[in-house]
């Protein structure tokens, strides 16, 4: 695997307007080619604290020093969109749709400390609806191992069909008012800016009534519920199900399981399942 080393995080804005113009080249179609073999990695990465608490802020964390799971997520997105947006990707980057994501954490990590990540992807693989791949990220302090991370995305090739019926979600334990504003406040925190988020034109020209909120937003802030309650060294999963209309109201509902936490989000339907697994 070829591995390139990176003086600065890629720019969102360019990379953004590189996907849509390589998807309108290939009119939106995926290509028959493998994924690149490639690992960007980014040293020296520090923490800008006000960032920091600014992504706190909007997805529910209390301020501190201490990174959530779902931190380095934000730190390693560039990059991934760097990979994912490459010519040579056979699956084009506007219109992928986030299927689950994991957290594996391996300590805690502070604001203090300077970070190193490598982010690849793999694992193209077929998918009911069409084609999904694995984009990796590890993040490490001097050497450590102290974060990984797993995102699916998929790519639509075949009509989604009729709807699974969907099992009873448990009763909530707490309901969240979602405003309009967490599209925008979280694609500026987190580079993000798919116009699905935080345009009501956009959303509709994907078939969204209104915007939605970002999957990573909704597993953030289920963590941030379960606060002081998670170890140190955890793995956090989630299903992204529906997706959450902006504005709205969520049920949140969280129960003790013998390895740890199972969570979950729904209003009409279900938007989010995850577990919280210790070491």
């Known amino acids: 695997m070829e591995t390139r080393q990176l003086d600065a995080p890629p720019r969102l804005g360019g990379l953004y307007r590189?996907?849509?113009?390589?998807?309108?080249?290939r009119r939106g179609g995926?290509?028959?080619?493998g994924v690149p073999e490639v690992e960007l990695v980014l040293p020296g990465v520090?923490?800008?604290?006000?960032?920091?608490?600014?992504?706190?802020?909007?997805?529910?964390?209390?301020?501190?020093?201490?990174?959530?799971?779902?931190?380095?997520?934000?730190?390693?997105?560039?990059?991934?969109?760097?990979?994912l947006g490459r010519p040579d990707f056979p699956l084009p980057l506007v219109g992928l749709v986030?299927?689950?994501?994991?957290?594996?954490?391996?300590?805690?990590?502070?604001?203090?400390?300077?970070?190193e990540l490598r982010v690849r992807a793999g694992n193209l693989r077929p998918h009911e609806r069409g084609r999904q791949v694995d984009v990796l990220a590890v993040a490490s302090v001097a050497g450590e191992t102290v974060w990984r991370g797993r995102s699916t995305y998929l790519h639509r090739e075949t009509p989604s069909g009729a709807h699974r019926a969907a099992s009873e979600p448990p009763a909530p334990t707490a309901v969240w008012p979602v405003e309009r504003r967490v599209g925008p406040d979280y694609a500026a925190v987190s580079g993000d800016?798919?116009?699905?988020?935080?345009?009501?034109?956009?959303?509709?020209?994907?078939?969204?009534?209104r915007p939605i909120a970002h999957g990573m937003w909704s597993k953030a802030r289920c963590l941030a519920a379960l606060e002081g309650r998670l170890p140190d060294t955890c793995t956090v999963d989630v299903a992204f199900k529906a997706p959450i209309l902006l504005p709205g109201r969520i049920g949140f509902a969280a129960h003790r399981t013998a390895q740890g936490w199972e969570f979950s989000?729904?209003?009409?339907?279900?938007?989010?399942?995850?577990?919280?697994?210790g070491p």
């Not at 299927?99 to 400390?113: G, I, K, M, Q, W």
């Open 98 to 115: 986030h299927l689950a994501n994991r957290s594996e954490r391996y300590r805690p990590v502070t604001a203090d400390e300077t970070l």
């Open 18 to 25: 590189a996907a849509v113009l390589s998807t309108l080249r």
């Open 30 to 33: 995926s290509s028959t080619a």
């Open 265 to 277: 989000l729904a209003g009409r339907r279900p938007h989010l399942a995850g577990e919280v697994t």
């Open 193 to 209: 800016r798919n116009p699905i988020h935080t345009s009501r034109l956009g959303a509709r020209l994907f078939g969204f009534p």
């Open 46 to 83: 520090t923490i800008d604290r006000a960032h920091l608490a600014a992504y706190d802020r909007v997805c529910g964390f209390r301020l501190g020093d201490r990174l959530p799971a779902t931190y380095p997520h934000v730190l390693a997105f560039p990059l991934a969109m760097a990979l």
